[in-house]
């Protein structure tokens, strides 16, 4: 139980392109989802936290216009990088919480964005 | 806001020797504490996790303690194994904010 997906795992883009990043609760409801970042050998960086049927709450420094958050319903909630650059290049990585359970945040595998 | 430090951020042990990992927390409010295994290229696998109102919980060869008056929390795991080299990433959260704060994370390296 408790399994999050990611789609795509991994994808290559040219600068300039916006890219969205799919994240589904496949065996339970998920009012909260949350998105992160990982630099290589650095740890989780919190960018934002979704909530189903809300407006996202991002973080100190994220530009909520460049990454645009959706939580359309209690098991997706998708991330799109706008007007992607070089610099956006990262490990995204996504996680849920089980509704109505504080505290315990199941992750996806991730998804690998390069940037041209 | 909440401030993780995780100690060491790399380890190296014998095959079937015990690694244990450090993590402090600044905020007294904080009662929940996950500990999380990544291996490359994957995301982040809960493998134990405590709560303020507990002292210690195992799983196998997995346990976690936890000290609240020194805020501090340690993973233990025993009989180390190959498959066990990940990096390690222990987190701390209130209940109500739901947000994980990350310890840097610890690379462990079991050497057969």
């Known amino acids: 139980g408790a399994v999050v997906s990611q789609h795509p795992s991994w994808v290559i883009c040219k600068s300039g392109t916006s890219v969205k990043i799919e994240c589904r609760s496949l065996d339970f409801q998920a009012t909260t989802m949350f998105w992160y970042r990982q630099f290589p050998k650095q740890s989780l960086m919190l960018m934002a936290t979704s909530n189903e049927g809300s407006k996202a709450t991002y973080e100190q420094g994220v530009e909520k216009d460049k990454f645009l958050i959706n939580h359309a319903s209690l098991t997706l909630s998708t991330l799109t990088v706008t007007s992607a650059h070089p610099e956006d290049s990262s490990f995204y990585i996504c996680s849920a919480r089980i509704s109505g359970r504080y505290g315990e945040q199941f992750f996806g595998p991730g998804t690998r964005l390069t940037v041209l | 806001g909440e401030n993780v430090e995780q100690h060491p951020s790399t380890l190296s042990v014998q095959e079937g020797d015990s690694a244990v990992i450090k993590c402090t927390y600044s905020?007294?409010?904080?009662?929940?504490f996950p500990w999380y295994k990544q291996e490359l290229g994957k995301g982040p696998q809960l493998i134990i996790d405590?709560?303020?109102?507990?002292g210690e919980k195992k799983d196998q060869r997995i346990a976690v303690t936890l000290n609240k008056t020194a805020k501090h929390f340690s993973l233990h795991i025993t009989e180390t194994q190959p498959e066990d080299s990940a990096v390690y990433f222990c987190?701390?959260?209130?209940?109500?904010?739901?947000?994980?704060?990350f310890g840097g994370g610890t690379r462990v390296l079991v050497k057969p």
């Open positions: 987190a701390a959260t209130k209940a109500a904010g739901n947000k994980l704060t």
């Open positions: 405590i709560r303020s109102n507990v």
């Open positions: 905020d007294s409010a904080s009662n929940y």
